[in-house]
């Protein structure tokens, strides 16, 4: 059973750094405006694109007028989604003539998507129509993710240029990662997934009669149909896991059989998610001419995943002591999985369900399989660590990377502390600014989180939420708030959150986890691009080797645990304890 769990997880590893290089050197290649295969079908579109909006794609903005691009363009996004959810029972595509969403729900699912952040607190079926999933959600998925890639392509020219005030133009990376990269893959991926029975369909819900029909029991007639909701749901769930969105058509998420049906869309839908920041990796490293330092990243990255991988798939597989105290068998054998299995899709199982929970909140994706509050203590909380860590292991497409070069500017500088020398990363000076800059980065997320779950700690209407009293309800709203300031949008189920608090302070948090992160790395941009290049010397800190590698590590998880570990010493840890002691 254990060599099956390490063959699955290897295969699932080797295949996405396998695919990484090609898909991270198409990318390269789109944003240096090099030619592609593609180009003679989107080129002209393109063209059109930037005519019809009269933009001008050479001329090039400050780091200054590319964040006021991007807010301008992300707050007309919202305002969209915002305005749809709140007519939709006047609009078209309805055909279940759903009501209206209300206001600080609709506020709430905005700010979720055009963040990339993919909360819901509501249950998509029964709440949003198709048009709302289509023209606000879905397109939402597409954009935002592409304002992710855009800034962390900023960024990297911040690296490439010298001597100059200007990062490039937002209006064309958001134009050619949506034309180039996201649009291509969705579309192959949902045939893909159509083919392995996700639907797609414009139906309204259907009443399907049982097939053991009920008899003389109340209101038989009414038990012995099932209602069951279909829509647009294929084209959705492509976009979602590629542009690490999450979220999900249906309220199950992707443990639902019409979103993940077979294990074949189960392994697929897991390698969309990490698959566009992994490749990103080589991008970067394509893009500043140097593909050892992308490759150092990558395996930061990999290391850390692998090491939480272990961790969670550890504490799931030896079951619950408490049911093994009562003679239940959890032992792996031919005829079970063993482990704990509350909370999982029996055609899963422990391994998929592992990988699903780490891969989903290492990067910024959101998206579940498994249901995290019934995870065990410690298992749960890794995937709650990764997200605090700052969702740099993979992370959402483009905002993990630029996320990650932030620490790596921190462990840069930490470094030339030690030797008493002006530190350097990729040719540039890291002085006083990038380091004010990246302590923001650094800080806002923390700021956020451990306030907002003292807020909701304090409050009755934080409180009114918890489902489960104790630890584990501390442990519901700490990720909850991780997952907002993080822009994941997984949860700990446990929490009822769709209410006029948590939606209005959730979306808060989600917009400064967003955007304060985005503003500073942008600055750095600016700021870099304007240094000089400073040539190699015999005192310079080698960027891509394994010491390197192993010093990023050291500063990541040195900071998350600095930060974070009172705060899960009230949840998960105290509630392992409590489970030990009880046993």
Request: with cysteine; charged share 10%; net charge negative.
């Amino acid at each position: 059973m254990f060599i099956n769990s390490y063959l699955q997880i290897s295969l699932y590893l080797i295949t996405l750094l396998l695919l990484a290089k090609p898909l991270g050197v198409y990318m390269a290649n789109v944003y240096e405006n090099r030619p592609v295969l593609i180009n003679r079908f989107f080129a002209p579109i393109e063209s059109a694109l930037y005519c019809l909006s009269g933009v001008n794609p050479e001329q090039e903005m400050t780091w200054k007028t590319y964040t006021g691009a991007l807010l301008w363009f992300n707050l007309l996004g919202g305002l969209v989604i915002f305005i749809l959810q709140v007519a939709q029972n006047y609009l078209p595509l309805n055909p279940q003539q759903l009501d209206n969403v209300s206001f600080d729900s609709a506020f709430n699912t905005a700010v979720s998507f055009i963040t990339n952040t993919n909360w819901q607190g509501y249950s998509g079926e029964v709440t949003m129509s198709y048009l709302t999933q289509m023209l606000g959600l879905t397109v939402q998925n597409f954009v935002s993710a592409a304002t992710g890639m855009a800034v962390l392509v900023a960024m990297i020219r911040g690296f490439q240029r010298k001597n100059t005030e200007t990062i490039g133009n937002f209006w064309v990376d958001l134009t050619r990662g949506l034309l180039y990269i996201l649009l291509p893959l969705s579309l192959i991926f949902s045939f893909v997934l159509v083919s392995q029975g996700v639907v797609q369909t414009f139906k309204p819900t259907m009443q399907i009669p049982l097939v053991e029909q009920a008899q003389n029991e109340p209101q038989a007639e009414q038990s012995n149909i099932q209602t069951i909701a279909v829509g647009p749901a294929a084209s959705q769930i492509a976009i979602k896991q590629l542009g690490t969105n999450g979220g999900g058509f249906f309220n199950a998420n992707s443990a639902h059989p019409f979103e993940n049906p077979t294990p074949l869309s189960n392994f697929l839908e897991l390698l969309a998610i990490l698959l566009i920041p992994a490749a990103l990796c080589h991008s970067f490293g394509t893009m500043i001419n140097d593909t050892r330092q992308g490759w150092a990243i990558l395996t930061t990255m990999t290391l850390v995943l692998l090491g939480a991988l272990l961790v969670t798939l550890h504490y799931e597989q030896a079951g619950n002591p408490l049911l093994t105290a009562l003679g239940v068998d959890q032992s792996p054998s031919l005829t079970q999985s063993g482990g704990n299995m509350e909370g999982k899709e029996t055609r899963f199982g422990i391994v998929n369900s592992v990988l699903w929970a780490t891969a989903t909140t290492a990067a910024s994706n959101g998206s579940v399989n498994a249901m995290h509050d019934s995870f065990m203590p410690l298992s749960g909380m890794v995937p709650m660590c990764l997200i605090q860590l700052g969702e740099v292991i993979f992370g959402g497409v483009g905002s993990g990377l630029y996320g990650m070069l932030i620490f790596a500017i921190i462990a840069v500088f930490v470094a030339g502390l030690m030797i008493g020398r002006t530190p350097e990363y990729l040719g540039k000076k890291i002085e006083s600014f990038e380091i004010k800059m990246a302590a923001i980065v650094i800080l806002i997320p923390a700021f956020f989180i451990l306030m907002g779950t003292a807020l909701a700690v304090l409050t009755d209407a934080g409180i009114a939420g918890i489902a489960n009293p104790g630890a584990h309800g501390f442990s519901e709203i700490l990720y909850a708030f991780s997952s907002a300031a993080g822009n994941n949008g997984s949860a700990f189920a446990g929490l009822s959150a769709n209410t006029p608090f948590y939606n209005i302070v959730l979306g808060i948090i989600m917009l400064f986890g967003r955007y304060g992160i985005i503003i500073p790395v942008l600055a750095i941009a600016g700021s870099l691009a304007a240094k000089k290049s400073v040539p190699t010397t015999v005192g310079t800190l080698p960027t891509h080797t394994p010491l390197f590698v192993l010093l990023l590590i050291a500063t990541i998880l040195l900071v998350g645990a600095l930060t974070f570990v009172p705060a899960l010493a009230l949840g998960p840890i105290v509630e392992h304890l409590q489970l030990i002691n009880l046993h």
